[in-house]
């Protein structure tokens, strides 16, 4: 079988395979994608390749029905939260299109000596490799590919096993609105392929979503051949709840939190980490919300919770829940799984030493902790090599700027669970990687900023 298929994780039927890239089709498209990058920011001005990248926006809104019936299909994504991911992936999209002009604009900076200003441009670097996962296939890509475009970088994009039909869907997509066919090349390229691409000194950076895994792997081969490299990898999220008046409309957010997506989220609530006086309470509420909420069909309209992605997530998925209980976790819900088929579970009673503390699980399971107190929380917190996300939820604002400040990781959301926009960075610290996507940062990432300062005023 081909590495790259589409199998419908809901029945186990292979759809269709694809083949991989030669080695000569490889050399073509990275030879096209840099010769690309030579001529086509030259010959385009930003706010001419704004304008393809804002109808490239609106094309997946259009398409968006099709689109999201292929999410159903390679990875078990319910209809209605396919139509959420295209709509905020049309929502980059534009806000790039809208603003790129201005986020790119030259810097004026007046020399400390008196002697004339300084200008610094953001200049594209060339042919830049992105390697996008299967749980978000398009919000994924318009976080990688929207920046880079308007900035006149050239995109090789190596998608997910799993998501090939997503990825030629896009491809096309980006040529119907007007994006060269050598500046966006789709490649169904192995993992051999890939450190052969990294290696090319025409590809001049490389950006990756995925496992703690894949990006140590990428970081050793980028780093090996100097390339700039940005990494969104695993989170293991806290979810913290230190105080509420509104303790219905938290369980509202925790759900959506962890079962959204199947739980198959980076910056998901993973461990909800609840303070003594609220501990009984929220469990209770948590577990009558996820009994309420069963695994159903994904087309079906109504469908909150699909199934994982595929056999060998739901194994291993599967596999962390048997070890957690065996080294002395609760379960306090669920656990049943048909298929690739997970019901909602909760699991209590999660000691520090357990590997479930310390691994990120991949599906609708949520492990609930106990906190003394706000420092215990914190701790709790903290307590983990990933850094990606955090969600706080108190209603003193004072302690929501102590406890805020005192978290590992690259975001907070305080009081809410999809407070992230466009415009604001995306990434993590610790083994959750570097680098920032989405707003003016990720325009900063793979650009050249090039100064030039003259000696003295004319």
Known sequence: MS???????????????????????????ITAADATAHSWPTQTTIAERAEIVSHAGELFIE??????????????????????????????????????????ADEHIDLLSGEGSALVRHVPLGAILGIMPWNY???????????????????????????????AAMADIFHQAGIPTDAYINLYATNEQVERIIADPRVHGVSLTGSERAGSAVAEIAG?????????????????????????????????ARLENAGQGCNAAKRFIIVDDLYEPFLAKLVDAFKKITPADPTLPDTVLG????????????????????????????????????????????????????????????????AANEDDAIHLANNTTFGLGSYLITDDPD????????LDTGMVYVNY?????????????KRSGFGRESGRYALEEFANKNSSAPPSNP
């Open 3 to 29: 590495t790259y298929a589409v199998v419908n994780p809901a029945t186990g039927q292979t759809i269709r395979e694809y083949p991989t890239i030669t080695a000569d089709e490889l050399n073509t498209a």
């Open 63 to 104: 398409r968006r029905q099709e689109l999201a019936e292929i999410l159903g299909r390679e990875m078990g994504k319910p209809l209605t939260s396919a139509l959420h991911e295209l709509e905020f992936s049309a929502t980059i999209y534009q806000y790039y299109a809208e603003h790129a002009e201005k986020l790119l």
């Open 137 to 167: 296939p398009y919000y994924q890509v318009a976080r990688f590919a929207a920046p880079n475009l308007v900035l006149g970088n050239t995109v090789l994009l190596k998608g997910a096993p799993a998501c090939p039909e997503s990825s």
């Open 224 to 256: 090996r051949h100097l390339k700039k490299v940005v990494l969104e990898l695993g989170g293991s999220d806290p979810f913290i709840v230190l105080q509420t008046d509104d303790l219905d409309a938290v369980i509202d957010h925790a759900v959506h």
């Open 307 to 370: 199934p994982v992605s595929s056999t060998a997530a739901a194994d291993n998925l599967e596999d962390q829940l048997r070890r957690a209980l065996d080294q002395g976790a609760t379960l306090y819900l669920g656990g049943k799984r048909e298929g690739n088929f997970f019901e909602p579970t909760v699991l209590t009673d999660i000691n520090p030493n357990n590997t479930a503390a310390k691994e990120e699980f991949f599906g609708p399971i949520a492990q609930v902790y106990r």
């Open 399 to 406: 302690q929501a700027h102590r406890v805020a400040n005192q």
């Open 417 to 429: 669970v999809e407070a992230g926009g466009v415009e604001l960075p995306f990434g993590g610290i």
